[in-house]
Nanobody
């Protein structure tokens, strides 16, 4: 059974930093693209970042480019999202997801495995 478990969310002031991580079990992590998505209250789920199977390619939403960094450690079955210069508009529930597609996908429909989410709140 595939399971994704996020952790590391919390409350931070604008301009601050926060690191979230996601431990994946039930699959061989190196065979999957991993992504982070978020959903703010009243909004649709949106793409944040994704990383290729080997970690050599990444994609970011324009809204987080230059501020967020996605990384992975296949030996630890973990994907990370480092968030810096956080803004109130980054407030959302953050979800990690796994995709069996070969490319670094940005649409949630390409991801089959999902975590329960971790809440990130950025105060102004």
């Amino acid at each position: 059974q595939v399971r994704l478990l996020e952790s590391g969310g919390g409350l931070v002031q604008a301009g601050g930093s926060l690191n979230v991580s996601c431990v994946v079990s039930g699959l061989t992590l190196g065979g999957y693209v991993l992504g982070w998505f978020r959903r703010a209250p009243g909004n649709e789920r949106e793409f944040v970042a994704a990383i290729s199977r080997s970690g050599d390619m990444t994609k970011y939403a324009d809204s987080v480019k230059g501020r967020f960094t996605i990384s992975r450690d296949n030996t630890k079955n973990t994907v990370y999202l480092q968030m810096t210069d956080l803004r109130p508009e980054d407030t959302a529930d953050y979800y990690c997801a796994s995709s069996a597609y070969f490319g670094v996908e940005v649409t949630p429909e390409k991801y089959a495995g999902w975590g329960q989410g971790t809440q990130v709140t950025v105060s102004s």
